[in-house]
């Protein structure tokens, strides 16, 4: 290779991997309160406006939906099965000329979906951080259009799945690699009302945060373990109450802790729920409450008593998971609303699910204690962040800046 042409490929290659380092893109969280499932909204396709609304899950590889939701579908097509596009999907698969994917369904009775792999155009947001700005067309946008009888499990109006895994083809990657912008994307799932899912965001202007004042939410790193698996998953060291570690065997916590999106409440093998249950139940009658026995899905409840009122708010045990840090052990702290969940007006109950005594399963984090909290998902670090809860500093995921 000449000089000049090792000069231009060293150019070219500087190009290709200096990251647009100011873009970043917003889209709405919604809570859908009966299921507790969250979506997002985007559009799809060539008409102005085709709201689609997707459930978002950290599990799925391909995003697949009901394309009949799609208001028109002039500039969908499908990926045949010759295509690079096609054969770069791993596990794809071919019916006769049009390419096909099947992957787990995180919802409903069918438990794998068979769709149809098509491309087309989604449209979504430009940010500042905190407001929406102007759309942008992200093309091709790679998802498949899944049969009829998916749809089952999803509930209106949710009318399919957001793929969210580290893999190839997740929409979080589709854009980044699109707008060549840095790989990540952060979640801040709200407890009602709307909540904030960036790519590659750079400011999170969640008031009072980087407001006049400039403070940017404060964050913790913990490494994510072995992406290649498909999933999200964390170290657990050690769990507290109130400060004091739970003692348990110690190959309970070898698997780690695998996220979700989709899982309402915390799912522990057995001993380890038996472990926490005891040792907030001894807390918690400390402070004044008292046991109240179980209710649906939850073994541990108790009544507030006296405790509740005086605008003191809820007052529980703190529950931590201690995580590997840059520099030792880094905890992910649990308050009362995270920890509980109210049953009756004056009743709550340890928000955490029994998952039963298979030990090779992990430790499931759901959605009951990631909302109100920021947890940023960076590929260009294969880090981890997350938020002190926004409770703790008034505010929440549902929080925006005001219109002047
Ligand atoms: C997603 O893709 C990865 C990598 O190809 C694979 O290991 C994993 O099993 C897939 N997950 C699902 C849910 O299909
Ligand atoms: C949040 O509000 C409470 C009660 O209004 C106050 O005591 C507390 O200092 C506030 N916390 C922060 C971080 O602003």
Redesign the pocket.
């Known amino acids: 290779m000449g000089d000049v042409t090792r000069l231009i490929v060293f150019v070219s290659i500087l190009a290709a991997t200096t990251l647009n380092s100011e873009a970043q893109y917003l889209l709405p969280i919604t809570k859908h309160e009966p299921t507790k499932q969250f979506y997002t909204t985007i559009n799809i396709g060539s008409a102005a406006k085709s709201p689609v609304n997707l459930l978002l899950d950290l599990g799925t590889n391909l995003t697949w939906l009901d394309c009949r939701k799609i208001k028109s579908l002039s500039s969908l097509r499908l990926v045949t099965c010759q295509s690079s596009t096609c054969k770069s999907i791993p596990g794809n698969g071919c019916d006769g000329k049009s390419c096909l994917y099947r992957q787990p369904n995180p919802l409903g009775k069918i438990p794998v979906v068979t769709g149809r792999v098509v491309q087309d155009s989604a449209s979504i947001s430009t940010t500042d951080g905190g407001k929406f700005l102007s759309k942008v067309s992200v093309r091709p946008f790679t998802f498949s259009c899944a049969e009829e009888k998916h749809f089952q499990g999803l509930s209106f109006p949710v009318a399919g799945v957001m793929a969210l895994s580290p893999g190839k083809f997740p929409f979080w990657r589709q854009v980044t690699t699109a707008f060549n912008v840095i790989p990540k994307f952060s979640l801040c799932l709200p407890s009602s009302g709307t909540g904030h899912f960036y790519i590659a965001g750079v400011h999170y202007l969640i008031p009072?945060f980087n407001g006049p004042s400039g403070h940017p939410i404060p964050m913790t790193l913990t490494p994510l373990k072995n992406i290649d698996s498909g999933n999200y998953i964390i170290s657990v060291t050690s769990i507290y109450v109130d400060g004091i570690p739970l003692s348990l065997k110690p190959n309970l916590l070898d698997g780690g802790a695998k996220l979700s999106t989709v899982v309402p409440y915390t799912v522990v093998h057995t001993d380890i729920y038996n472990a926490l249950a005891y040792s907030f139940t001894l807390k918690a009658k400390a402070m004044g409450l008292y046991e109240a026995g179980r209710s649906g899905p939850f073994k541990d409840c108790f009544d507030l008593g006296g405790t509740d009122r005086a605008g003191a708010g809820l007052q529980v045990p703190v529950i931590e998971f201690g995580l590997p840090g840059r520099a030792g052990e880094v905890k992910w702290k649990f308050h009362g609303k995270n920890t509980v969940v109210y049953v009756m007006e004056t009743v709550v109950c340890l928000a955490f699910v029994d998952g039963g005594k298979r030990p090779n399963d992990l430790m499931l984090i759901g959605t009951h204690q990631l909302q109100d909290y920021m947890v940023e998902f960076d590929f260009s670090t294969t880090l981890l962040a997350f938020s002190d809860s926004l409770l703790?500093?008034?505010t929440s995921c549902s929080s925006w800046p005001s219109h002047k």
């Open positions: 009072p703790l500093h008034n």
